[in-house]
């Protein structure tokens, strides 16, 4: 029997299962994770209780940084930036999605993700569809909860303009379709080493340190951030919205950034594609 490759499945066709268009579809299908993610309440209370401990341990540390120069401020920013900033990026740990995510990789060792190759839409377009959904409760939960216990104990940053506002959510939407495109990346590598984890702890490292988690990218020397900025997708995942959002540089500054990120977008979505299109075609090698 041959095995029918992907590029004639069902999802070449104008319509999705249940008569649904496939733009339709995907916002069905992103809704459905929006409601997935929202019943993983423990899980949930765990990350808020982390991240915020996490969140006053680098808030107090990034302080005293600042607290120990002349200017009372820290590559640019301020005690107030600092604080927004610490625990922004703890907040967006859960909408960004970093870590946790290796359905993809389970999927591919178990051989259920032929099942995925039969969908009506692109494995690439369903998995970012269910991620959006993902990051919108993240958003509600994971983000706000920290922001508000932020603003208790310290003096938090108020952004002066109100174009910050949307430009932050555009941002944050660009940096959840880098991470994302970089998580399917690592998990897309099991359909040639099987096993995901050396490429996982790479990922870890890498996201963790040159996203701008650990410390703001600014800290390190002028050549070597702007190396990371165009060079790599990382800081468009973390420290871009972060950056928009702490008001850093003009206006201009900030649209670059986010131009930045739209573009390392398309860049990693569309290497996705290509390596699941590689890994289709391996399928069909391989008899299915």
Same mark, same amino acid.
């Given at each position: 029997m041959?095995?029918v490759p992907?590029?004639?499945?069902?999802?070449?066709?104008?319509?999705?299962?249940?008569?649904?268009?496939?733009?339709?579809?995907?916002?069905?299908?992103?809704?459905?994770?929006?409601?997935?993610?929202?019943?993983?309440?423990?899980?949930?209370?765990?990350?808020?209780?982390?991240?915020?401990?996490?969140?006053?341990?680098?808030?107090?540390?990034?302080?005293?940084?600042?607290?120990?120069?002349?200017?009372?401020?820290?590559?640019?920013?301020?005690?107030?930036?600092?604080?927004?900033?610490?625990?922004?990026?703890?907040?967006? /740990?859960?909408?960004? $999605?970093?870590?946790?995510?290796?359905?993809?990789?389970?999927?591919?060792?178990?051989?259920?993700?032929?099942?995925?190759?039969?969908r009506?839409?692109?494995p690439?377009?369903t998995?970012?569809?269910?991620d959006?959904g993902?990051?919108?409760?993240?958003?509600?939960?994971?983000?706000?909860?920290?922001?508000?216990?932020?603003?208790?104990?310290?003096?938090?940053?108020?952004?002066?303009?109100?174009?910050?506002?949307?430009?932050?959510? /555009?941002?944050?939407?660009?940096?959840? $379709?880098v991470?994302?495109?970089?998580?399917?990346?690592?998990?897309?590598?099991?359909?040639?080493?099987?096993?995901?984890?050396?490429?996982?702890?790479?990922?870890?490292?890498?996201?963790?340190?040159?996203?701008?988690?650990?410390?703001?990218?600014?800290?390190?020397?002028?050549?070597?951030?702007?190396?990371?900025?165009?060079?790599?997708?990382?800081?468009?995942?973390?420290?871009?919205?972060?950056?928009?959002?702490?008001?850093?540089?003009?206006?201009?500054?900030?649209?670059?950034?986010?131009?930045?990120?739209?573009?390392?977008?398309?860049?990693?979505l569309?290497?996705?594609?290509?390596?699941?299109?590689?890994?289709?075609?391996?399928?069909?090698?391989?008899?299915?």
């Amino acid at each position: 029997m041959r095995w029918v490759p992907a590029t004639a499945s069902p999802r070449t066709g104008q319509l999705g299962r249940g008569g649904y268009s496939r733009p339709r579809l995907l916002i069905v299908v992103a809704w459905a994770g929006f409601r997935r993610y929202s019943t993983y309440r423990q899980a949930t209370v765990a990350s808020v209780f982390t991240n915020t401990v996490f969140a006053f341990l680098r808030c107090y540390v990034l302080l005293a940084a600042a607290a120990a120069t002349r200017t009372g401020s820290a590559a640019g920013y301020t005690p107030a930036q600092l604080a927004l900033y610490c625990w922004a990026s703890q907040g967006l /740990i859960g909408v960004v $999605m970093l870590w946790g995510w290796n359905e993809l990789s389970d999927r591919i060792r178990s051989g259920d993700v032929v099942s995925d190759l039969l969908r009506p839409t692109h494995p690439v377009a369903t998995y970012l569809a269910i991620d959006l959904g993902r990051a919108g409760i993240g958003a509600l939960l994971r983000f706000g909860v920290p922001i508000a216990i932020g603003a208790i104990f310290f003096p938090l940053y108020v952004p002066q303009s109100l174009a910050t506002y949307p430009l932050f959510v /555009i941002s944050v939407l660009c940096a959840v $379709m880098v991470s994302f495109g970089c998580r399917f990346l690592v998990n897309a590598s099991s359909y040639w080493l099987l096993d995901s984890r050396g490429v996982t702890t790479i990922w870890l490292f890498c996201s963790a340190v040159l996203a701008g988690l650990v410390f703001p990218l600014h800290f390190l020397p002028g050549w070597l951030t702007w190396t990371l900025w165009v060079g790599t997708p990382f800081p468009s995942i973390l420290q871009a919205p972060l950056d928009v959002l702490v008001e850093r540089g003009d206006l201009g500054y900030r649209i670059g950034v986010i131009t930045g990120q739209a573009a390392w977008a398309a860049v990693v979505l569309a290497l996705a594609v290509l390596v699941q299109r590689r890994a289709e075609r391996k399928l069909v090698i391989q008899g299915g």
